[in-house]
Antibody
Framework: QAQLVESGGGVVQPGKSLRLSCAGSGFLFRSYGIHWVRQAPGKGLEWVAVISYDGTKEFYGDSVKGRFTVSRDNSNATAYLQMNSLRHDDTARYFC????????????WGQGTLVTVS | QSAPTQPPSVSGTPGQTVSISCSGSNSDIGSNTVDWYQQLPGMAPRLLIYKNDQRPSGVPDRFSASKSGTSASLAVRGLQYEDEADYYCAAWDDSLPGRVVFGGGTRVTVL
């Protein structure tokens, strides 16, 4: 059973940085792409970014491009979302999800970690 | 970044069939497969349908989906109280390389 666990959320001031982690287990982490998706309080899902299984490809949503960076450490089965220049509208719960094909669906999801910019 | 359009809410009584539409564009739904996600209250999303009409193991066959052109739809047959949740369609978007778009979401209420 695939499991993804996000961590690193918290309260941060506008303009500051935060790094989220996504630890994977129960599946071959190094073979899966990892997506980041966020959900502002009371709002819908917004796709944030994706990184390929080997870290060679990464793409970002318009609202975070140039501020957020995804990376991964396959030796530790962990992906990261580095968030810089945080704004109030980045306040959301951030989920990671895995995908066994880069251009495919988000198969398993973590429970998310809450980021509050205030 | 335009998103596929979903109705904000649909409702039905137990046993009924409800349908949720997802209207996109040539660059997203028109060019790529559609996935559907279910989010129960207070929970993380979970994959419900992938590649337009495929159900992952464990998803009841009461859930079905289809795609035609730039639109997709999800049907829930034999509605149950446990189906009360938010449902999102999603697709890759070819208008900019490597971007996924989610629909705005539809709240299903079981009356």
């Amino acid at each position: 059973q695939a499991q993804l666990v996000e961590s690193g959320g918290g309260v941060v001031q506008p303009g500051k940085s935060l790094r989220l982690s996504c630890a994977g287990s129960g599946f071959l982490f190094r073979s899966y792409g990892i997506h980041w998706v966020r959900q502002a309080p009371g709002k819908g899902l917004e796709w944030v970014a994706v990184i390929s299984y080997d870290g060679t490809k990464e793409f970002y949503g318009d609202s975070v491009k140039g501020r957020f960076t995804v990376s991964r450490d396959n030796s530790n089965a962990t992906a990261y979302l580095q968030m810089n220049s945080l704004r109030h509208d980045d306040t959301a719960r951030y989920f990671c999800a895995n995908s066994d094909t880069f251009w495919g669906w988000m198969e398993s999801w973590g429970q998310g970690t809450l980021v509050t910019v205030s | 970044q335009s998103a596929p359009t979903q109705p904000p809410s649909v409702s039905g009584t137990p046993g009924q069939t409800v349908s949720i539409s997802c209207s996109g564009s040539n660059s997203d739904i028109g060019s790529n497969t559609v996935d559907w996600y279910q989010q129960l209250p207070g929970m993380a999303p979970r994959l419900l349908i992938y590649k337009n009409d495929q159900r992952p193991s464990g998803v009841p066959d009461r859930f079905s989906a289809s795609k035609s052109g730039t639109s997709a739809s999800l049907a829930v047959r034999g509605l149950q109280y446990e189906d009360e949740a938010d449902y999102y369609c999603a697709a890759w978007d070819d208008s900019l390389p490597g971007r996924v778009v989610f629909g705005g979401g539809t709240r299903v209420t079981v009356l």
